[in-house]
Each structure stands twice: as structure tokens, then as C-alpha cells.
């Protein structure tokens, strides 16, 4: 088995990118608030996995490699299509669906079309999946002593301008990302949960398509290919992110300026101590971290190491890391093994060549 580590920071010079509704201390009622942690040492704003997996697949829908799923509603429930055959967003994202015995929901299936053959659901059961790409919440790797309060009107009419407020923070935020390669365009059919990916229908799917079977028949998989394809428009899809809130009056550049990855046999994280905030509160790369990452799982990790910084972002450490990389490239205490570091799309662009050509390894 093979799990994609991943670590990515973003630069918020001024920004307000996951609100949290009405800010219930504030002086007026017209106010709205951010995401926030709030602790003995401060607040950190954050950015919830929801939202940052929102902006992922709205900016991966746009790709023509890439094949988003239909949301269906019936009533207070809403479901992708669960066919993961289909559609790389429920293969990478996972889903769960389970039957509705309502009558209001046999209607609407039957208004939209859920009837047919392409989107019904095996009478009886319940198709989960456990999202192969896995997030954590972005959040600010210093604590703020409190949160900026914006004051603005609206006064685009005649009469008294209506005022209101907002929050905002200066930080930077960091995330860990992480993807099971194995578990990408693999879709089991057996009776536990988590892992029926599959039912009847979509079987006879599997079956007209060609898939080849694997683990003992328990389940199918898409072509090397098309499972390469999938995991690339993702990544390419982070390096490139776009979205959060009040972009209009904050333009928060949301893609990372810093990331860096590896691929090894554990689905433990590798990096998650490899950036911490100094005195400052500025990131500061621990790069003692990372060459202990690559000493200690020298046996375990199955690809290079890939930094992605851009140029004008911690300018001061690039030095160093660059140093501490060729290290890791050079000595056998660290395994020798390929080290990268470029802008954060040419990071994920030379970790996607070695995948390919590791791709009967990886995905194994």
C-alpha cells in the first residue's frame, strides 16, 4: 500500500475565507464573523476541511479530465450519484447513499429520472465510501491576540448609509492532505462498511466496461491510466486552488505558497512537525524535521521528496532548506533519494513524472 503525504501553507495577508455567521460579540447586528479556535494562548483562525474540499472540486470541475457527480435532493437529504466508475469526484471524495422509502422521495426520483438504469440504487442497499483524499482543517499556525473587526456601510442609496461589520485575520494557515494511491479507481462490492462501493447495478457497470477484478474478485479497478489521470487533476487542482469568502474586498491568493510531499507504505502523516510558527509568529521550516522524516523512514518511503516554494515567500529559509535537501539526495543515511524544489506547481508537476513511472508500485 502507498499513501501520499502531503503539507501546504497559505499566505493570508488580510483575509476573512471561512465565515462562521453572526459575530454574537460584536456591537452591531449587522455583523459576521470567521472560523476561529479560541484558547488559553489566543485565537486561531481556521479554514474547516469542508470548505477547503469545496474549493478543490470547484476548481477540479473545470478540468476536462476530470468528471464532477450530480448532486440529487429529496427533501431534507441530498447524494451524489455514488458511481465511482463514472465520476473521479465520488472515486476521490467518497459518498455515502442509502435507499429512501419515503414517498416523497420515490416521487422526486421519478420527476428527475433516478429510475433509469444509470443512476438507480440496488433495492435494499447502502453504498459507502471512505474518501481515498483525506484533509484536515486549515488553521493558522500562530495564535492571534484577537481577531480585526472591519467597519463599512452600505451607501449606495438615498438616506442613512446601513452599517455593519466584519472579521478578518493576518496569519498563515496549514493544512495536511493525504491520498490512499492503492485505494484510487478501486471499488470493492463486499459487505462491510466503508467498502460497498458497489451495488448490482453498478457492478453490471464494472462488467460492460471491462474492469479488471482484483483482491480475489472482492472488488474492480479503472485502467493504470485513467487512475494516473484522476490523481493528477487532483494535485495539479491544489497547486492551482481558488475560493473562499469576501474575495471581493480581501483577494486572498488561496493557493499554496509552500508545500511539500512524499509517498510511503504507511498512511501515517510524514510532515505534519515539519513547519511551526517562530517568535514572530512567522512559518519557519523545521528542517531537522525533515531530514528525520528521511532518516528514520529511510525503508518506508517509496518516492522522492518534493518541496514546492514560490519565489518571494520565505526567501530568508530557501537556502538552507535547498542545503538540507541535498543532503538527503547525497547520503546514504538518508537513503540517497530524489529531492525537489521548485514553484509549488513544478514541485507537484515532478512529483506526478516519478508516479508515473512508479505507477504499478504505488497503486498496487
Request: glycine share 8%.
Amino acid at each position: 500500500m502507498a499513501f501520499l503525504s502531503g503539507l501546504l501553507l497559505i499566505d493570508c495577508p488580510a483575509s476573512a475565507l471561512n465565515n462562521a455567521g453572526k459575530d454574537e460579540d460584536a456591537n452591531t447586528d449587522n455583523a459576521t464573523g470567521v472560523k476561529a479556535v479560541k484558547a488559553k494562548d489566543g485565537v486561531y483562525p481556521y479554514v474547516s476541511a469542508q470548505a477547503f474540499r469545496y474549493w478543490l472540486r470547484e476548481t477540479v470541475k473545470k478540468e476536462a479530465t476530470w468528471t464532477a457527480t450530480p448532486i440529487f435532493r429529496e427533501g431534507k437529504i441530498a447524494y451524489t450519484d455514488a458511481n465511482p466508475i463514472k465520476y473521479a469526484e465520488d472515486d476521490l471524495f467518497g459518498y455515502m447513499r442509502a435507499p429512501s422509502k419515503k414517498s416523497d422521495a420515490a416521487k422526486k426520483r421519478t420527476e428527475t429520472g433516478l429510475l433509469d438504469t444509470a443512476t438507480s440504487l440496488e433495492d435494499g442497499v447502502t453504498l459507502t465510501r471512505h474518501s481515498p483524499f483525506k484533509v484536515s482543517t486549515l488553521i493558522s499556525i500562530a495564535p492571534l491576540k484577537e481577531l480585526t473587526r472591519d467597519f463599512g456601510v452600505m451607501a449606495r442609496h438615498e438616506g442613512d448609509p446601513v452599517p455593519y461589520e466584519h472579521q478578518l485575520y493576518r496569519t498563515t494557515l496549514q493544512g495536511l492532505f493525504s491520498l490512499d494511491l492503492a485505494m484510487t479507481g478501486r471499488f470493492y462490492h463486499i459487505q462491510r462498511t466503508g467498502f460497498k462501493h458497489l451495488d448490482a447495478v453498478r457492478i453490471q457497470l464494472a462488467e460492460e466496461m471491462g474492469l479488471a477484478q482484483c483482491d480475489d474478485g472482492k472488488a474492480y479497478e479503472l485502467p493504470l491510466g485513467q487512475r494516473l489521470s484522476r490523481i493528477a487533476t487532483l494535485l495539479k487542482g491544489i497547486a492551482t486552488i481558488n475560493g473562499g469568502a469576501k474575495q471581493a474586498i480581501h483577494y486572498t491568493d488561496v493557493s499554496p505558497k509552500f508545500c511539500i510531499l512524499a509517498v510511503a507504505k504507511g498512511g501515517n502523516h510524514l510532515f505534519s512537525t515539519s513547519v511551526t510558527a517562530d517568535s514572530k509568529g512567522k512559518p519557519e521550516i523545521k528542517l531537522e524535521a525533515v531530514k528525520e522524516i528521511a532518516r528514520v523512514y529511510k525503508d518506508e518511503l517509496l518516492s522522492g521528496i518534493y518541496v514546492g516554494l514560490s519565489q518571494g515567500y520565505l526567501d530568508g529559509q530557501r537556502k538552507e532548506l535547498e542545503e538540507a535537501l541535498r543532503l538527503i539526495s547525497s547520503q546514504e543515511e538518508y537513503g540517497k533519494r530524489i529531492t525537489f524544489i521548485g514553484h509549488p506547481i513544478e514541485a507537484i508537476n515532478a512529483f506526478l513524472d516519478e508516479m508515473g513511472k512508479e505507477r504499478e508500485l504505488w497503486l498496487s
